[in-house]
């Protein structure tokens, strides 16, 4: 009784795997450093992902897209 209110209070149902499941024993993910930097992980479909040889080259893409949306903002303002 004792043990399923700790389960309880931490959110963990009887028969989850998350109940079975020792969580003080695995280690950090190899993107978890650039996270903890600020740095954001993006996953790409496989198809996205296989236009773009390195990931430089997606952030390239992406920084002419921001580019381009910009100055047509900029036209729309000034239209307006």
Known sequence: MRE???RASRG???GTTA???SFPKERRSSGAGRCAEGLGIVL???DVAAVFPD???VNEALRALMR???R???RRRLRA
């Open 4 to 6: 399923a209110r700790a």
């Open 19 to 21: 109940g079975n499941y």
């Open 44 to 46: 790409l479909d496989a």
């Open 12 to 14: 963990v149902r009887e």
């Open 72 to 74: 047509l903002a900029r």
């Open 55 to 57: 990931p430089a080259s």
């Open 68 to 70: 381009t949306a910009e």
